[in-house]
């Protein structure tokens, strides 16, 4: 019988693209996603993997194996949604797999977690971080049940079809800086305002960094990054020591303290979506819907 594990391992490669891709998308070493393939290999008698480079893509077998398993692993999705309407909706039990970006974490998804954990003591909600685009292919390839992501101005974040967005609230970024800067007493900021400014962004590859440079569109030289940090609690230190300013969102980000101002910019290109994601082969079961309904009820708090 064919390893359904080793097969969402498969998925996870052609996903990523490479083994330690996949591996980093599980939450395993690339070494036991290898052991996983050769063992599917062994089971099916025929290669899924084949070398190239110094990478690796998938042989005819293992694209078919890939595409011959979404109907399966869907109709798996659709068979835990009625066993568990089936034995009733007064107690909401199974698992269901969270994966959601750093400060949705810390504003929303922690104290949605407690609270549904308090109220259905048999419901498993394991949470993973990740960037809004590894979310995406983390619950369209089924190794995640429900993801949360942003969508920044006009950065694009491709949704496959079998995923169905549920919007949650908006979001605002403000400028942080020292109360002593001399754009400090501004009620609103231009990008012409800070083209000079030093700046603490994200790392490249990341939709927030895209989003700051969106944000200078036709600014030459702007924006000038000095530091790189993924933690918006370390931006704001950075503004804080003086030197640099930072553009922070509001969720999760706690009170600034005396010493430091938050400005709005303006135009759309500092607010982003916050959405809920989930496989639409999923969207009967009972507990996927209560964690849904969750973060709907409390995201109004942030409207």
């Keep these: 019988m064919i390893d359904l594990e080793a097969v969402v391992s498969l998925r996870a490669v052609a996903t990523g693209g490479s083994v330690s891709a996949a591996a980093t998308t599980l939450g395993f070493t690339p070494s036991a996603v290898s052991q996983q393939i050769k063992r599917l290999e062994r089971e099916v ?105 942003h969508r920044w101005g006009g950065v694009a974040l491709a949704m496959p079809e079998p995923l169905v967005a549920t919007p949650l609230f908006t979001d605002v970024a403000d400028v942080i800086l020292r109360r002593d800067h001399p754009l400090a007493d501004r009620a609103v900021l231009h990008p012409e305002d800070l083209a000079g400014e030093a700046w603490v962004a994200t790392f490249e590859a990341t939709i927030c960094r895209q989003w700051l440079r969106r944000l200078f569109d ?27 300013v930072a553009l922070v969102p509001r969720l999760g980000r706690g009170d600034l303290g005396p010493d430091l101002v938050a400005i709005p910019t303006a135009g759309p290109a500092s607010t982003r979506d916050v959405l809920a ?19 709907v009820a409390r995201a109004r708090a942030f409207a």
Excluded: Y
């Design 218 to 244: 036709g600014v030459p030289g702007a924006p000038r990054i000095v530091h790189e940090s993924m933690e918006f609690e370390n931006h704001i230190a950075f503004a804080r020591a003086g030197g640099v």
């Design 45 to 149: 008698g025929v290669a899924l993997l084949e070398r190239v480079g110094r990478g690796v893509v998938l042989t005819d077998a293992g694209t078919r194996l890939v595409v011959a398993s979404t109907p399966i692993l869907e109709g798996l999705d659709r068979l835990g949604a009625d066993l568990q309407l089936a034995g009733g909706e007064e107690r909401v039990t199974g698992e269901i797999r969270l994966a959601a970006f750093s400060t949705v974490v810390r504003g929303l998804m922690i104290p949605a977690v407690a609270g549904l954990e308090a109220r259905h003591p048999d419901l498993s909600l394991p949470l993973r971080e990740s960037e809004p685009w590894e979310t995406i292919a983390l619950v369209a390839s089924g190794q995640r049940d429900l993801g949360v992501v």
């Design 277 to 295: 994601v989930h496989r639409r082969t999923q969207g009967d079961s009972p507990a996927l819907r209560a964690v849904l309904d969750e973060l």
